[in-house]
């Protein structure tokens, strides 16, 4: 957030406020958060009126979601792996 504050105030001439910072190092995350497990709980398989979608339909669409959402934490662990140096510093 530090970072991405100084970018900020390098583009506009003033850095963001307390609000803006505070929401995007722990509300936005929080949020997200939960609207992931919220999802995860209350997911039933999907229907179009009376007919249920046959179960390789669901792993299709999974599959589909997966692969989209998966690529980044897989190229932050490479980034990670990849760079020089220990992780803390």
């Known amino acids: 957030v530090d970072r991405f504050s ?10 963001p406020g307390l609000y803006w910072r505070l929401c995007w190092k722990f509300v936005s995350p929080c949020f997200l958060l939960f ?7 209350t997911f039933g398989p999907p229907s179009y009126g ?3 979608f046959p179960m390789w339909a669901n792993v ?6 997966i ?9 932050a662990i ?3 792996c990849s760079l020089p140096g220990k ?3």
């Open 78 to 80: 490479y980034k990670i």
């Open 35 to 41: 609207m992931v497990v919220v999802s995860f709980t």
């Open 87 to 89: 992780f803390c510093d």
């Open 6 to 15: 100084d970018d900020i105030e390098e583009m506009i001439g003033h850095r």
């Open 50 to 52: 009376k007919y249920t």
């Open 67 to 75: 692969s989209s959402m998966s690529l980044v934490p897989i190229y």
């Open 60 to 65: 299709v669409g999974w599959c589909l979601a």
